[in-house]
């Protein structure tokens, strides 16, 4: 990624963070490069509002409608975040269940989150613009 790009997908995650009211969140465009099985990934602070998005390698060949769709996506997350970290952190701290139980649980609710933020992100995709990022 080019500086260049760089800023302009900050700018771009900025809008749209905006957008969705996100205000109060830090967000930032890491330099590491996303799993291979993901457009891009969001990884949030537990207990700040504070999160850093990746993209994947070939982010910037993919159809435009697409990095939005990706963008939008991870951005909804945050909204999610503090339900997520009920399983994700509390209750396993708590260590209250099995191993087995708790990735039950965590897998079902995971899947489950996920169909969700991509039911919503069609629902609002066309609320925001495409984004150009250049070479």
């Known amino acids: 990624m080019t500086e260049k790009q760089r800023l302009a997908v900050a700018d771009y995650i900025g809008k749209i963070a905006d957008e969705l009211g996100l ?66 952190v509390d209750m396993c701290k708590a260590s209250i269940m099995t191993q087995q139980m708790y990735d039950l649980i965590w897998n079902s609710y995971y899947r489950q989150m996920e169909l969700a933020v991509d039911g919503i992100t069609m629902a609002i995709k066309g609320k925001f613009p495409l984004p150009i990022f250049g070479d």
């Open 23 to 88: 205000m109060d969140w830090e967000i930032a465009l890491e330099t590491e490069a996303a799993p291979d099985d993901c457009y891009a990934m969001v990884d949030s602070h537990t207990q700040r509002r504070r999160a850093s998005i990746k993209l994947c390698r070939d982010f910037f060949s993919l159809p435009p409608e697409t990095q939005r769709m990706a963008m939008v996506h991870e951005l909804i997350h945050c909204h999610l975040e503090n339900a997520t970290n009920v399983l994700k």
